[in-house]
């Protein structure tokens, strides 16, 4: 079995901060929905159905199918922390980590990461493969675009499940049509402490999209921050859905900067909800992973209206992530009790803070 070496460098391209207005939008992803033909769905497989559709992929690793950097990571053979570090950075879903906390994955359950253009596969979740492409900033059509090519690749030797009418079928007849999700993972704090955030998210509604929690359906909103996502999938192009989807959340995004501008304004109120947010991190000694969002928001705030001159906003994402639970036990070398979790959270973000650099022991970065 592997342990969580495996899987140490990927699906952290996101975290440098570079894409479009990344100071509000941390990441966007957009995913494909798609089923082989010939084979049963997933709701209705039995273990060789399973099989054969994992087999079915790795057959294509290492051709011009697939972009180059190609690793095939199959759940069964990974350890427990391996699994639960790719959840945390949102490559795989609780469907495909396995039952319970880092139980028994799904049989045949894998993960597919090309890392050379930020894509990856997940395999027999919900559907037979879940495409997905996450990238930094609200980059949609760049998402997009990478996520299409390897459709059409992949589409080009393994036959996907199609109707004429209904186009692509799915597992969950929601996803049918396009099978296209496209998400932004947004930070909107201007927009609460003004109190338009009703307002916005209901005009979010109104429009085909949803909002979810920081860690998706059935998630608190944590930290003031937001998943915004499209629900329709039926009746509209692929490139007619991204571009609607890109265009509300440009929307939002302008709606938030208005909203700075108002906090701005206030001058040492706003001062000092920054700054205690940025004292209180400098030298807790137990927070808990909600705790930290939350004050993690004001120095986020504070970063993007320039009266906090540092940590950049690259580093403040690799605090999102490597301060959640299994990347602490990776660091600590051993799982973690609730009390130590929250002190060696802590102690990690003092260094992040104090030196302006992540913890080497889980953060590589020079």
């Not at 639960?84 to 319970?100: A, H, K, V």
């Not at 609607?244 to 939002?252: E, M, P």
């Not at 120095?299 to 639970?325: E, H, I, K, T």
Request: with cysteine; glycine share 12%.
């Amino acid at each position: 079995m592997k342990d969580s070496g495996a899987v140490r460098d990927l699906g952290l391209g996101w975290l440098d901060a570079s894409g479009p207005d990344a100071d509000i939008v941390l990441s966007t992803r957009v995913r494909l929905a798609r089923n082989l033909q010939g084979h049963r769905y997933l709701s209705r497989a039995r273990a060789g159905d399973r099989q054969a559709v994992y087999d079915r992929i790795e057959g294509i690793v290492g051709t011009p199918v697939l972009p180059g950097g190609t690793e095939l990571l199959r759940m069964a053979e990974l350890d427990a922390r391996a699994r639960r570090i790719l959840l945390e950075r949102r490559l795989i879903s609780r469907d495909l980590l396995g039952r319970g906390d880092g139980g028994t994955p799904h049989p045949c359950g894998a993960l597919l990461v090309c890392s050379d253009e930020a894509v990856s596969i997940m395999i027999n979740e919900e559907d037979h493969l879940r495409l997905q492409s996450l990238v930094s900033g609200l980059s949609a059509m760049e998402a997009w675009s990478r996520v299409d090519r390897l459709d059409e690749g992949i589409g080009g030797g393994l036959p996907f499940a199609y109707h004429r009418e209904f186009g692509y079928l799915t597992s969950c007849p929601t996803n049918a049509g396009t099978g296209l999700r496209a998400s932004a993972l947004v930070h909107l704090p201007a927009l609460v402490l003004t109190k338009e955030i009703a307002r916005v998210l209901e005009g979010i509604d109104q429009v085909g999209l949803t909002h979810r929690g920081l860690d998706g359906e059935g998630s608190d909103f944590v930290g003031n921050f937001f998943q915004i996502s499209n629900q329709t999938t039926l009746g509209r192009s692929e490139e007619d859905l991204v571009e609607h989807f890109g265009r509300t959340v440009s929307a939002v995004i302008a709606k938030e900067r208005r909203a700075r501008e108002i906090l701005r304004g206030a001058g040492p109120r706003t001062e000092d909800l920054i700054w205690r947010a940025y004292g209180l991190l400098r030298h807790s000694r137990l927070l808990t992973y909600r705790d930290l969002m939350e004050l993690l928001s004001g120095v986020r705030l504070g970063v993007s209206l320039g009266l906090l001159p540092s940590p950049g906003v690259d580093l403040l994402n690799r605090v999102v992530v490597f301060s959640q639970a299994a990347h602490l036990a990776e660091a600590a070398g051993r799982e973690l009790s609730g009390a130590e979790r929250q002190a060696h959270r802590a102690e990690y973000v003092r260094r992040v803070l104090e030196r302006e650099r992540g913890s080497p022991t889980t953060d590589t970065r020079p």
